[in-house]
């Protein structure tokens, strides 16, 4: 062997040998990061969620809960002390009707979504703790309205990872209330929801914004180069500090950013939809315009691996005003809902995602003012399609003028437990250890409405 080949072979052995150890610790940090898709307790029949969260608290009476008493009742004073006594009940201004082969009752302010029927299973049982809205909003997200905990996004994707590591495996488009709902509290930072969206909601063309997703100064190859530089210098901290959630968080958060780059604009760019995928989802009118592109958007994101996506719309918050603007909101997001039910359940998707549907709470069968309803945390409706509910199904139900949850009552942890449940988990045993203490999403409580399971 002459002196030349010697060099060569060597050298491309020792080149070998360094990319296997690059290749080692490639594999090392991708082994352990804590987005890697987890084994659920027991196979569920969902795979995702997309979680619809109306702020402000629509009128359980005027949209799926039908009260034909109330109807009759209109303008006469409610019985009892308590709760809603010596007020004037207030007749629904909507008809309603019955939708689909199961008879669902749905108020007309819901014409497209009432061709969706047979896919809907309404709760018509739910009561929650608090009156008041941040508190109530809170408790939807979170299961607490007291205390700081993780929001329901967060256990999820704590519990089962993400499908997609070039994406945030929870992401709440127009959050409601505060980064505290979409927040991860004591679970790592990795878990928590990205925000995507202000108040506007969407940038110049319609479409949906993300803040520092491009680097304009540097090339890919340089931030690669800058980043690993920096993960040494924090994970070096790390070691030094005997190991650190928050580092490696961080460590995580940068890395999750920098491959966000190449593929989450792609996948929020509505402009690859057909137009008439577009138009399904009410994009162009601009009366739907806007919760359409919610709605699209929530669509690529779960078909593209992202476990948890919310999106929200308000604000029903009609103290006044109650019909004109419960008609305004509720045509805002009719057909897109209709849309997005219909193109998942076409994509083959709709069978593994949970979508919901609800606010904080319900709202009054009696009046304030001459038009308009107060807040009712006592009794309220939901509803629940795909991930394995039973569709064109009725659960629960208020009393004769919807004052009150009386018969399949679901208490929000409830609902978070069966929520849990249809994703593979036992809603006890998904706990972190926290203060000297396992948390869970239902605190001690909560169980599971097996009435709805398919």
Excluded at 10 to 21: E, H, I, P
Excluded at 279 to 307: K, P, W
Excluded at 374 to 395: I, T
Aim: hydrophobic share 35%.
């Amino acid at each position: 062997m002459d002196r030349r080949t010697l060099l060569k072979t060597t050298s491309a052995g020792f080149g070998y040998l360094a990319f296997a150890g690059l290749n080692a610790a490639l594999q090392a940090r991708e082994a352990k990061s804590p987005l890697s898709p987890k084994a659920t307790h027991f196979p569920g029949t969902a795979k995702r969620v997309i979680f619809m969260f109306m702020n402000g608290a629509p009128s359980h009476v005027d949209t799926f809960d039908y009260k034909p008493q109330l109807q009759k009742d209109d303008g006469k004073t409610a019985p009892g002390r308590g709760f809603g006594g010596g007020r004037k009940l207030l007749a629904s201004p909507y008809a309603f009707k019955q939708s689909g082969q199961s008879g669902l009752w749905i108020s007309e302010i819901f014409p497209e979504l009432g061709k969706m029927a047979d896919d809907l299973c309404l709760l018509r049982g739910m009561h929650t703790d608090s009156q008041a809205h941040p508190q109530a909003t809170l408790q939807m997200h979170t299961g607490s309205f007291i205390q700081t905990r993780p929001s329901m996004g967060a256990w999820v994707l704590y519990g089962m990872g993400t499908e997609n590591d070039c994406l945030p495996g929870f992401i709440s488009i127009r959050p409601s209330g505060g980064a505290i709902n979409y927040g991860s509290s004591f679970l790592p930072g990795v878990y928590q929801g990205t925000r995507v969206g202000g108040a506007g909601g969407f940038g110049g063309g319609g479409q949906m914004t993300i803040g520092n997703i491009s680097n304009r100064r540097l090339t890919k190859e340089k931030q690669r180069a800058q980043l690993d530089f920096l993960q040494e210098l924090n994970e070096d901290g790390a070691k030094q500090q005997g190991g650190s959630d928050a580092v490696e968080s961080v460590i995580e958060s940068f890395e999750l950013a920098f491959r966000m780059q190449g593929e989450l604009p792609k996948v929020m760019d509505l402009n690859q939809e057909t137009r008439a995928t577009q138009q399904r989802y009410g994009i162009g009118d601009n009366a739907t315009s806007d919760f359409g592109r919610q709605c699209l958007t929530a669509r690529r994101l779960v078909e593209a691996g992202v476990r948890f996506v919310e999106i929200g719309h308000g604000n029903w918050d009609q103290h006044q005003n109650l019909k004109a603007q419960h008609q305004q909101h509720a045509t805002a997001i009719d057909k897109p809902i209709a849309g997005l039910l219909g193109d998942l359940k076409d994509r083959g998707l709709l069978k593994d995602t949970l979508v919901i549907w609800g606010g904080e709470f319900g709202r009054t069968p009696s009046a304030q003012g001459t038009d308009g309803r107060d807040h009712n945390n006592r009794g309220f409706a939901m509803w629940l399609a795909g991930g394995g509910v039973k569709g064109g199904l009725s659960h629960g139900a208020t009393d004769e003028h919807g004052f009150q949850a009386v018969d399949g009552k679901m208490h929000v942890h409830d609902l978070h437990a069966t929520i849990l449940h249809l994703l593979g988990f036992d809603h006890e045993k998904l706990t972190y250890r926290h203060a000297g203490r396992d948390f869970r999403l239902t605190d001690v409580y909560g169980k599971v409405a097996k009435e709805i399971l398919a």
